[in-house]
Nanobody, 119 residues
Framework: QVQLVESGGGLVQPGGSRRLSCAASKTIYSIYTMGWYRQAPGKQRELVAT???????NYADAVKGRFTISRDNAKNTVYLQMNSLKPEDTAVYYC?????????????WGQGTQVTVSS
């Protein structure tokens, strides 16, 4: 019922930056949570960052001080600004949006975007 379209992945050198975007296909009436997760090869999916309806944020210890999650309510979009990237940040990044739409509450996942940090 709701699609999340991710963009911004790609190859980046260690120490570089990248911004991921995730746009919902339908207008969000109110947000419960918006988040970014990642899954590296052979590992479980892990939470990277969350932004709550209040605007408060939460980050995994591994990315604190380097990543910033934000949202643009008018564009129904959540972003993940990634700075000082490390090889261990290499993973498929997924966005998740738990929000209220015209038809009710819905929890959606993006299709994933690959981020590779390598020289």
């Amino acid at each position: 019922q709701v699609q999340l379209v991710e963009s911004g992945g790609g190859l980046v050198q260690p120490g570089g930056s990248r911004r991921l975007s995730c746009a919902a296909s339908k207008t969000i009436y109110s947000i419960y949570t918006m988040g970014w997760y990642r899954q590296a090869p052979g590992k479980q999916r892990e939470l990277v960052a969350t932004i709550f309806s209040s605007g408060s944020t939460n980050y995994a210890d591994a990315v604190k001080g380097r990543f910033t999650i934000s949202r643009d309510n008018a564009k129904n979009t959540v972003y993940l600004q990634m700075n000082s990237l490390k090889p261990e940040d290499t993973a498929v990044y997924y966005c998740n949006v738990d929000a209220y739409y015209y038809f009710g509450r819905y929890n959606a996942w993006g299709q994933g975007t690959q981020v590779t940090v390598s020289s």
